[in-house]
T-cell receptor
Protein backbone atom coordinates (compact mmCIF):
# COMPACT_ATOMS: atom_id res chain seq x y z
CA UNK A 1 0.00 0.00 0.00
CA UNK A 2 1.33 3.44 -0.90
CA UNK A 3 1.99 5.79 2.01
CA UNK A 4 -0.03 8.55 0.39
CA UNK A 5 -2.82 7.74 -2.05
CA UNK A 6 -4.76 10.07 -4.30
CA UNK A 7 -7.36 9.64 -7.02
CA UNK A 8 -5.32 10.41 -10.16
CA UNK A 9 -8.31 11.88 -12.00
CA UNK A 10 -8.44 13.71 -14.27
CA UNK A 11 -11.22 15.82 -12.88
CA UNK A 12 -12.76 17.75 -15.76
CA UNK A 13 -14.93 20.61 -14.50
CA UNK A 14 -16.46 23.77 -15.99
CA UNK A 15 -15.38 27.21 -14.88
CA UNK A 16 -17.16 28.25 -11.72
CA UNK A 17 -17.61 24.71 -10.44
CA UNK A 18 -16.68 23.49 -6.98
CA UNK A 19 -14.38 20.50 -6.92
CA UNK A 20 -12.97 18.43 -4.07
CA UNK A 21 -9.99 16.11 -3.87
CA UNK A 22 -9.28 13.57 -1.18
CA UNK A 23 -6.04 11.98 -0.11
CA UNK A 24 -5.43 9.15 2.36
CA UNK A 25 -2.24 8.44 4.26
CA UNK A 26 -1.16 5.24 5.97
CA UNK A 27 1.16 6.45 8.73
CA UNK A 28 -0.97 7.44 11.71
CA UNK A 29 2.01 9.20 13.30
CA UNK A 30 2.27 11.72 10.47
CA UNK A 31 2.74 15.24 11.75
CA UNK A 32 2.45 17.72 8.94
CA UNK A 33 0.29 17.86 5.86
CA UNK A 34 0.37 19.98 2.73
CA UNK A 35 -1.11 20.49 -0.68
CA UNK A 36 1.31 21.33 -3.47
CA UNK A 37 0.41 22.43 -6.96
CA UNK A 38 2.36 21.36 -10.03
CA UNK A 39 1.79 22.92 -13.43
CA UNK A 40 2.59 20.93 -16.56
CA UNK A 41 6.35 20.42 -16.91
CA UNK A 42 7.07 22.66 -13.94
CA UNK A 43 8.28 22.14 -10.40
CA UNK A 44 5.87 21.60 -7.48
CA UNK A 45 5.03 24.65 -5.40
CA UNK A 46 3.40 24.85 -2.00
CA UNK A 47 -0.30 25.67 -2.25
CA UNK A 48 -1.19 25.49 1.42
CA UNK A 49 -0.48 23.71 4.67
CA UNK A 50 -3.27 21.69 6.24
CA UNK A 51 -4.12 22.19 9.90
CA UNK A 52 -6.21 20.04 12.22
CA UNK A 53 -8.79 22.79 12.58
CA UNK A 54 -9.08 23.20 8.83
CA UNK A 55 -7.93 26.28 6.99
CA UNK A 56 -8.99 28.46 4.14
CA UNK A 57 -7.08 30.59 1.67
CA UNK A 58 -9.39 32.46 -0.66
CA UNK A 59 -11.20 29.92 -2.83
CA UNK A 60 -9.23 27.01 -1.35
CA UNK A 61 -10.17 25.10 1.79
CA UNK A 62 -8.12 22.29 3.28
CA UNK A 63 -9.35 19.82 5.88
CA UNK A 64 -7.60 17.13 7.91
CA UNK A 65 -9.32 14.12 9.46
CA UNK A 66 -6.78 12.36 11.68
CA UNK A 67 -9.17 9.64 12.81
CA UNK A 68 -9.80 8.53 9.23
CA UNK A 69 -6.34 9.55 8.02
CA UNK A 70 -7.44 11.64 5.10
CA UNK A 71 -6.90 15.14 3.83
CA UNK A 72 -9.14 17.07 1.51
CA UNK A 73 -8.84 20.10 -0.72
CA UNK A 74 -11.91 22.04 -1.85
CA UNK A 75 -11.69 24.56 -4.67
CA UNK A 76 -14.64 26.90 -5.12
CA UNK A 77 -15.46 28.94 -8.21
CA UNK A 78 -12.86 27.14 -10.33
CA UNK A 79 -10.80 29.22 -12.74
CA UNK A 80 -9.07 28.12 -15.93
CA UNK A 81 -5.80 28.93 -14.17
CA UNK A 82 -6.54 26.29 -11.51
CA UNK A 83 -5.81 23.57 -14.08
CA UNK A 84 -2.83 21.69 -12.69
CA UNK A 85 -1.85 18.58 -10.77
CA UNK A 86 -2.47 18.76 -7.03
CA UNK A 87 -0.08 16.79 -4.85
CA UNK A 88 -0.94 15.63 -1.36
CA UNK A 89 2.13 15.68 0.87
CA UNK A 90 2.67 14.21 4.32
CA UNK A 91 5.55 14.40 6.80
CA UNK A 92 5.72 11.24 8.91
CA UNK A 93 7.15 11.95 12.35
CA UNK A 94 9.93 9.37 12.17
CA UNK A 95 11.22 10.80 8.89
CA UNK A 96 12.49 14.08 10.31
CA UNK A 97 12.02 16.72 7.66
CA UNK A 98 11.46 14.29 4.79
CA UNK A 99 8.23 14.64 2.87
CA UNK A 100 6.20 11.84 1.26
CA UNK A 101 4.33 12.79 -1.90
CA UNK A 102 1.20 11.36 -3.40
CA UNK A 103 1.13 10.75 -7.15
CA UNK A 104 -1.16 13.73 -7.69
CA UNK A 105 -4.66 14.51 -8.91
CA UNK A 106 -5.08 16.16 -12.30
CA UNK A 107 -7.59 19.00 -12.53
CA UNK A 108 -8.73 20.42 -15.86
CA UNK A 109 -11.00 23.44 -15.75
CA UNK A 110 -12.74 24.16 -19.04
CA UNK A 111 -14.59 27.24 -20.30
CA UNK B 1 16.12 35.78 -5.52
CA UNK B 2 17.09 32.61 -7.43
CA UNK B 3 15.90 30.06 -4.83
CA UNK B 4 16.92 26.57 -6.00
CA UNK B 5 18.86 26.28 -9.24
CA UNK B 6 19.40 23.00 -11.07
CA UNK B 7 21.58 22.26 -14.06
CA UNK B 8 21.25 20.99 -16.69
CA UNK B 9 17.57 21.34 -17.61
CA UNK B 10 17.70 18.59 -20.24
CA UNK B 11 20.12 15.73 -20.85
CA UNK B 12 20.27 12.66 -23.07
CA UNK B 13 22.69 9.92 -22.07
CA UNK B 14 23.65 6.62 -23.58
CA UNK B 15 23.42 3.53 -21.40
CA UNK B 16 26.55 3.24 -19.29
CA UNK B 17 27.51 6.91 -19.43
CA UNK B 18 27.94 8.91 -16.26
CA UNK B 19 26.85 12.40 -15.35
CA UNK B 20 26.35 14.72 -12.40
CA UNK B 21 23.28 16.83 -11.78
CA UNK B 22 24.06 20.06 -9.97
CA UNK B 23 21.87 21.84 -7.46
CA UNK B 24 22.43 25.03 -5.52
CA UNK B 25 20.20 27.02 -3.16
CA UNK B 26 20.68 30.57 -1.92
CA UNK B 27 18.18 30.50 0.97
CA UNK B 28 20.66 29.27 3.59
CA UNK B 29 18.60 26.12 4.07
CA UNK B 30 20.06 23.23 6.03
CA UNK B 31 18.27 20.34 4.32
CA UNK B 32 18.45 19.40 0.66
CA UNK B 33 16.83 16.59 -1.31
CA UNK B 34 16.89 14.81 -4.64
CA UNK B 35 13.64 13.39 -6.00
CA UNK B 36 12.70 11.66 -9.20
CA UNK B 37 9.25 11.90 -10.73
CA UNK B 38 7.81 9.27 -13.03
CA UNK B 39 4.29 9.15 -14.51
CA UNK B 40 1.78 7.82 -11.98
CA UNK B 41 4.44 7.46 -9.28
CA UNK B 42 4.61 10.87 -7.70
CA UNK B 43 7.91 12.19 -6.40
CA UNK B 44 10.17 9.57 -4.86
CA UNK B 45 13.07 10.50 -2.63
CA UNK B 46 16.48 9.36 -3.89
CA UNK B 47 18.82 10.90 -1.30
CA UNK B 48 18.67 13.70 1.17
CA UNK B 49 21.05 15.74 3.26
CA UNK B 50 19.77 16.96 6.61
CA UNK B 51 22.71 19.31 7.02
CA UNK B 52 26.12 20.07 5.57
CA UNK B 53 28.34 17.02 5.84
CA UNK B 54 25.56 14.43 6.11
CA UNK B 55 23.72 12.40 3.49
CA UNK B 56 21.20 9.56 3.77
CA UNK B 57 19.45 7.21 1.42
CA UNK B 58 15.85 7.76 0.51
CA UNK B 59 13.33 5.44 -1.05
CA UNK B 60 15.13 4.73 -4.37
CA UNK B 61 18.92 5.24 -3.93
CA UNK B 62 20.23 2.41 -6.09
CA UNK B 63 22.31 3.60 -9.03
CA UNK B 64 22.92 7.07 -7.56
CA UNK B 65 25.46 8.81 -5.38
CA UNK B 66 25.35 12.26 -3.85
CA UNK B 67 27.72 14.87 -2.50
CA UNK B 68 26.85 17.72 -0.16
CA UNK B 69 29.69 19.95 -1.24
CA UNK B 70 28.84 22.78 1.16
CA UNK B 71 25.68 24.26 2.62
CA UNK B 72 24.59 25.63 -0.77
CA UNK B 73 25.29 22.73 -3.10
CA UNK B 74 24.03 19.16 -3.34
CA UNK B 75 24.93 17.11 -6.42
CA UNK B 76 23.53 13.83 -7.72
CA UNK B 77 25.71 11.47 -9.72
CA UNK B 78 24.75 8.63 -12.02
CA UNK B 79 27.84 6.45 -12.39
CA UNK B 80 26.50 4.15 -15.12
CA UNK B 81 23.19 5.35 -16.51
CA UNK B 82 20.43 2.85 -17.28
CA UNK B 83 17.18 3.32 -19.24
CA UNK B 84 15.27 2.83 -15.96
CA UNK B 85 16.78 6.12 -14.79
CA UNK B 86 14.94 8.05 -17.47
CA UNK B 87 12.91 10.47 -15.39
CA UNK B 88 12.48 14.05 -14.27
CA UNK B 89 14.79 14.89 -11.38
CA UNK B 90 14.01 17.61 -8.85
CA UNK B 91 16.25 19.10 -6.24
CA UNK B 92 14.59 20.70 -3.21
CA UNK B 93 15.55 22.41 0.01
CA UNK B 94 13.88 23.08 3.36
CA UNK B 95 14.75 25.03 6.47
CA UNK B 96 14.89 22.89 9.59
CA UNK B 97 11.91 24.29 11.44
CA UNK B 98 9.83 24.86 8.32
CA UNK B 99 9.28 21.83 6.15
CA UNK B 100 7.89 23.73 3.20
CA UNK B 101 9.98 22.50 0.28
CA UNK B 102 11.32 24.79 -2.42
CA UNK B 103 12.07 23.04 -5.68
CA UNK B 104 14.39 23.61 -8.58
CA UNK B 105 12.97 23.66 -12.10
CA UNK B 106 13.86 20.03 -12.75
CA UNK B 107 16.17 18.08 -15.05
CA UNK B 108 14.62 15.97 -17.78
CA UNK B 109 16.94 13.02 -18.26
CA UNK B 110 16.59 10.44 -21.01
CA UNK B 111 18.81 7.36 -21.09
CA UNK B 112 18.85 5.55 -24.41
Amino acid sequence: RKEVEQDPGPFNVPEGATVAFNCTYSNSASQSFFWYRQDCRKEPKLLMSVYSSGNEDGRFTAQLNRASQYISLLIRDSKLSDSATYLCVVRPMEYGNKLVFGAGTILRVKS
Amino acid sequence: NAGVTQTPKFQVLKTGQSMTLQCAQDMNHNSMYWYRQDPGMGLRLIYYSASEGTTDKGEVPNGYNVSRLNKREFSLRLESAAPSQTSVYFCASTEGGDVRAFFGQGTRLTVV
